[in-house]
């Protein structure tokens, strides 16, 4: 039974859209999603997918392509806010950490992380994560041309590449709960003499200007762009909230316990 209870916490986590630790943007994202049909459609159908049906799976083939599929086909103001949202402290920084199943889709089998160069060579040859590295690698390079070193639109452009990342063989993530930092699972220590191109790779994540600017600058834009999501009228039907048409919206322990309910089916 324990060995149940972490994805069903995690599954909570991920679909509640409150939390104990007060507002913040993360969860104003995290309720936004949930108010909007689609995008909690397609947030339920990758936590379903990572989460597996036994402790301790993986399905990972399949946890990968459901998160591309949020992040293609998902409003982008929503699945953006989710991904990007700012944070002053760790317990916010976490639940960003833990957005898209990291268990699964971003960590490896193996107790250490790969050689990158073996995460790159497999999404150079991936007829999936090629082209997605290659528009991630064009959007947020730096431009020695430019004033501050990128492109005044570019960050919205790095975000969308990005995000594109996700669910391929070289996933990013945040590396920890105390800052704002991305990297793919994998590092450069066996990289033997291939450890220059092995950095290049690397630093595309963990050295790279634009892509820390952009997302550093997405905390100022999100209102806005979250405005523009909510402007068009929503199917209460489709609310987690609200239970029927001529119900009464639910309290944080009711959702609560449903929310819980529903876990617990799913892992039996």
């Not at 949020?70 to 806010?81: D, E, S, V």
């Not at 690698?137 to 790095?158: N, Y």
Request: aromatic share 6%; glycine share 8%; charged share 20%.
């Amino acid at each position: 039974m324990a060995s149940c209870l972490g994805p069903v916490l995690l599954l909570l986590l991920l679909l509640l859209g409150e939390s104990a630790a007060g507002v913040n943007h993360c969860v104003d994202a995290a309720e936004e999603c949930t108010a909007d049909a689609l995008c909690e459609r397609l947030r339920t159908e990758y936590v379903v997918r990572c989460l597996g049906r036994a402790p301790r799976s993986c399905p990972r083939a399949r946890c990968h392509r459901a998160l591309r599929r949020f992040f293609a086909r998902g409003p982008p103001a929503l699945t953006h806010a989710l991904l990007f949202c700012q944070c002053v402290g760790p317990a916010c920084a976490e639940r960003r950490r833990q957005t898209f199943v990291p268990a699964c889709a971003f960590y490896g089998p193996g107790a250490l992380p790969p050689s990158c160069l073996e995460s790159l060579d497999a999404c150079v040859q991936s007829r999936v994560c090629g082209p997605r590295l290659r528009a991630f690698q064009a959007s947020c390079a730096p431009v020695p041309s430019a004033p501050e070193g990128c492109l005044l639109d570019q960050g919205p452009r790095c975000l969308r590449a990005y995000a594109g990342l996700v669910g391929t063989t070289v996933t990013p993530n945040y590396v920890d709960n105390a800052s704002a930092r991305v990297a793919p699972w994998c590092d450069c220590r066996a990289s033997g003499n291939r450890r220059e191109e092995c950095e290049a790779f690397r630093g595309l994540f963990t050295r790279n200007k634009c892509l820390d600017g952009a997302i550093r600058n997405f905390d100022s834009k999100w209102p806005g762009i979250l405005q523009v999501q909510l402007d068009p009228p929503r199917d209460p039907g489709l609310n987690l909230l609200q239970v029927s048409s001529g119900a009464q919206p639910l309290d944080g322990g009711s959702l609560l316990s449903i929310l819980l309910v529903l876990a617990l089916q799913f892992l039996l």
